[in-house]
């Protein structure tokens, strides 16, 4: 391996090291605060406790989850097919019928 090689190595080793710092960086800031539901939380459950609203836990909103958005209703013109019920005649069979 030649020194150029060698530098270079060095080099894309350097940023690799930057980029995976800045990664956990970024993944302690996402994991600060507490577990919801709390061990006290659960604790209580056990016990029969009900919780409406669990404690905060201290984290912001995860700003990559996206709002979950309802489909639209389609607008009028939307028919269902409708069945009946066949006459009583034409469901018996033709050697059973009395004529």
């Not at 800045?22 to 709390?38: A, N």
């Not at 209580?44 to 995860?62: I, K, N």
């Not at 958005?69 to 009583?88: L, N």
């Amino acid at each position: 391996m030649t020194d150029t090689d060698m530098d270079a190595a060095k080099k894309q080793l350097a940023e690799e090291q930057k980029a995976t710092n800045r990664s956990r960086e970024e993944f302690v800031d996402r994991m600060k605060g507490k577990p919801t539901p709390t061990q006290q939380e659960n604790d209580l459950h056990a016990l029969g406790a009900y919780f409406h609203e669990h404690e905060a836990d201290g984290s912001d909103p995860d700003p990559h989850q996206t709002k979950q958005v309802e489909a639209s209703k389609p607008s009028g013109g939307y028919q269902t097919r409708q069945t009946h019920a066949a006459s009583r005649s034409a469901s018996t069979p033709t050697h059973l019928q009395t004529s």
